[in-house]
T-cell receptor, first 112, second 112 residues
Framework: EDQVTQSPEALRLQEGESSSLNCSYTVSGLRGLFWYRQDPGKGPEFLFT???AGEEKEKERLKATLTKKESFLHITAPKPEDSATYLCAVQAYGGSQGNLIFGKGTKLSVKP | NAGVTQTPKFQVLKTGQSMTLQCAQDMNHNSMYWYRQDPGMGLRLIYY???????DKGEVPNGYNVSRLNKREFSLRLESAAPSQTSVYFCASSEVQTGSAFFGQGTRLTVV
């Protein structure tokens, strides 16, 4: 069964304290891995797509990496405005096309 | 640029009542999706439409129906609402069947 597990469930950082969020997955054939940011009361906002092991993507203080079994979202020198829930999702080849399998998310809080 | 627009934003229904959630996108995307988000469960796909005129079941379709009215609009109908359908519903759209979906602001539905 295709599955996505995110850890930790919650993470509290001081402003400027770098850290990483983890997304481990089991999928029959990975078509793509996606990172989203979700603010309270809003819909998820697309951040990155990764397609193959070794691939990296960057956007401001965020950097996403991918291996064959997991992905990391590295946050460098975070600011309070980076506080949000970060969601990881995978899309598999075969099965029900269009179906993104989401993890439960990591809630990040950055204190000034 | 509106992106994905959902109506209504909030709704309270009595058990057994019916309602339709509306979704429209202005990005000329072929694919559209309906998800529900519940605490501790993550986002789960209800139905999706790969292109105008087609719809397919996702992970949790029971109790719901959908209509792809045209390329822009994709509605979700609850024929006889149940308390288990209390959730936040998100509509999303994407180009082809990629995971880089754009989400609406959500509809918070409570069934009493």
């Amino acid at each position: 069964e295709d599955q996505v597990t995110q850890s930790p469930e919650a993470l509290r950082l001081q402003e400027g304290e770098s850290s990483s969020l983890n997304c481990s997955y089991t999928v029959s054939g990975l078509r793509g891995l996606f990172w989203y940011r979700q603010d309270p009361g809003k819909g998820p906002e697309f951040l990155f797509t990764l397609y193959s092991a070794g691939e990296e993507k960057e956007k401001e203080r965020l950097k996403a990496t991918l291996t064959k079994k997991e992905s990391f979202l590295h946050i460098t020198a975070p600011k309070p405005e980076d506080s949000a829930t970060y969601l990881c999702a995978v899309q598999a080849y075969g099965g029900s096309q269009g179906n993104l399998i989401f993890g439960k998310g990591t809630k990040l809080s950055v204190k000034p | 640029n509106a992106g994905v627009t959902q109506t209504p934003k909030f709704q309270v229904l009595k058990t057994g009542q019916s309602m339709t959630l509306q979704c429209a996108q202005d990005m000329n995307h072929n694919s559209m999706y309906w998800y529900r988000q519940d605490p501790g469960m993550g986002l789960r796909l209800i139905y999706y439409s790969a292109s105008e005129g087609t719809t397919d079941k996702g992970e949790v379709p029971n109790g719901y129906n959908v209509s792809r009215l045209n390329k822009r609009e994709f509605s979700l109908r609850l024929e006889s609402a149940a308390p288990s359908q209390t959730s936040v519903y998100f509509c999303a759209s994407s180009e082809v069947q990629t995971g880089s979906a754009f989400f609406g602001q959500g509809t918070r539905l409570t069934v009493v």
